[in-house]
């Protein structure tokens, strides 16, 4: 079945400080990528998505871009804020197969 | 606000009881998902209705239930309760089935604590 890897933190970053979050994927036919975000005592919030191979997804300073030659999704800011600590989940939906989300990477950033 | 109304928000009971979480659904979404997290975990997926109809299921227990009604709402039963069953529990809203692409929605959750 479909899977999903990404690096499971605690990442601590400084703020201003360059993010990635890997994100892996094994699965086949026709993808969607997902990053959700969850803030502190909130539910899941769509950060991104990404439909076909190559396409970028990016919102709110945040990208990632589809390569399929890698299996990848990797999530970058250029420029974290103390307002970026959360959890962020990589996803993944393909015909016929539920969504599959990774295991969430914790991210803190100190001011 | 993503449209997925969840209640109650915050919920204690004691070990043995049963509960109800319902769930509202986005505007137009026939689908909803509902998803176990237990503190310190990712998401466990437990069942998917797609229009009043089953349409999968993941790790749900057999204490566990879930329907949804003609009006598209979702209700999520969870009986004979254990301490362990205490988690965050989500639904999630979609407009469509399973087709690549389909993007899901979540509420905010309802926070179940057995004591």
């Known amino acids: 079945g479909n899977s999903v890897t990404q690096m499971e933190g605690p990442v601590t970053l400084s703020e201003e400080a360059f993010l990635t979050i890997n994100c892996t994927y094994t699965?086949?036919?026709?993808?969607?990528l997902f990053w959700y975000v969850q803030y502190p005592g909130e539910g899941l919030q769509l950060l991104l998505k990404a439909t076909k191979a190559d396409d970028k997804g990016s919102n709110k300073g945040f990208e990632a871009t589809y390569r399929k030659e890698t299996t990848s999704f990797h999530l970058e800011k250029g420029s974290v804020q103390v307002s970026d600590s959360a959890v962020y989940f990589c996803a993944l939906n393909s015909y016929g197969q539920n969504f599959v989300f990774g295991p969430g990477t914790r991210l803190s950033v100190l001011p | 606000d993503s449209g997925v109304t969840q209640t109650p928000k915050h919920l204690i009971t004691a070990t043995g009881q049963r509960v109800t979480l319902r769930c509202s659904p986005r505007s137009g979404d026939l689908s909803v998902y509902w998803y176990q997290q237990s503190l310190d975990q990712g998401l466990q997926f437990l069942i998917q209705y797609y229009n009043g109809e089953e349409r999968a299921k993941g790790n749900i227990l057999e204490r566990f239930s879930a329907q949804q009604f003609p009006d598209l709402h979702s209700e999520l039963n969870l009986s004979s309760l254990e301490l362990g069953d205490s988690a965050l529990y989500f639904c999630?809203?979609?407009?469509?089935?399973?087709?690549?692409?389909?993007?899901?929605?979540f509420g905010e959750g309802s926070w179940l604590t057995v004591v």
């Open positions: 999630a809203s979609s407009s469509s089935g399973q087709g690549s692409g389909n993007t899901i929605y």
């Open positions: 699965a086949t036919g026709y993808l969607s």
